[in-house]
């Protein structure tokens, strides 16, 4: 079945030691998307790839970097992480036009010790 | 800078009820807006998508609607079940790919 695939389910790292979290698909859809979503909270945009072509949302810190170095994966660096980045991150890809929908992977639980 | 409200912020129905869970955004320039169901310490699954120029979409027992001009969807659940339990996320999205969610409805339905 084509899915979105996120690995780890849940990661644990420590204060400051970076950390990576990935994201595939098998959908072949060019537009992929990072969100951060904190307890009981709205998932927020962190960032968003249509192609290689990279958008960083205005209020993104400097500490969450991406890379997508082809159509089926793209990263999440948390440079280094702080209590505060402790969330789930969800991973979610669409075409570029004209459906758009999005379609979610079951996300990585960050946990910051 | 688009506002995404979700009213109310947790209901509670018994089986059998027919249901509405209300989202409003305050830019009205929107491409589409997508209903999602979260299960707790799970991703989002996709339950509906309307177009802007479209509205409504029905997939079984769900219906949403969308008013553009209003700034608000509906999302309707017919003959809820206690397998409707989750929280109900809606997003509004532009052109440009950017996305803005509600904080959520959760909904318990008690047998």
């Known amino acids: 079945d084509a899915m979105v695939i996120q690995n780890p389910r849940y990661q644990v790292t420590q204060f400051g030691k970076p950390v990576t979290l990935s994201c595939s698909q098998t959908?072949?859809?060019?537009?992929m998307y990072w969100y951060q979503q904190k307890s009981s909270q709205a998932p927020k945009l962190l960032f968003h790839?249509?192609?290689?072509?990279?958008?960083n949302e205005a209020d993104t810190p400097d500490n969450f970097q991406s890379r997508r170095p082809n159509t089926s994966f793209c990263f999440l660096d948390i440079r280094s992480p702080g209590l505060g980045d402790a969330a789930m991150y969800l991973c979610?890809?669409?075409?570029?036009?004209?459906?758009?929908?999005?379609?979610f992977g079951p996300g990585t639980r960050l946990l910051v010790l | 800078k688009q506002e995404v409200t979700q009213i109310p912020a947790a209901l509670s129905v018994p089986e059998g009820e027919n249901l509405v869970l209300n989202c409003s955004f305050t830019d009205s320039a929107i491409y589409n807006l997508q209903w999602f169901r979260q299960d707790p310490g799970k991703g989002l699954t996709s339950l509906l998508l309307?177009?802007?120029?479209?509205r409504e979409q029905t997939s079984g027992r769900l219906n949403a609607s969308l008013d553009k001009s209003s700034g608000r969807s509906t999302l309707y659940i017919a003959a809820s079940q206690p397998g409707d339990s989750a929280t109900y996320l809606c997003?509004?999205?532009?052109?440009?790919?950017?996305?803005?969610f509600g904080d959520g409805t959760t909904l318990t339905v008690k047998p």
């Open positions: 790839y249509y192609d290689k072509d990279f958008n």
């Open positions: 309307i177009q802007s120029s479209q």
């Open positions: 997003a509004v999205n532009t052109n440009a790919g950017k996305s803005t």
């Open positions: 979610a890809t669409s075409k570029n036009s004209p459906d758009k929908t999005q379609y």
């Open positions: 959908l072949n859809h060019n537009v």
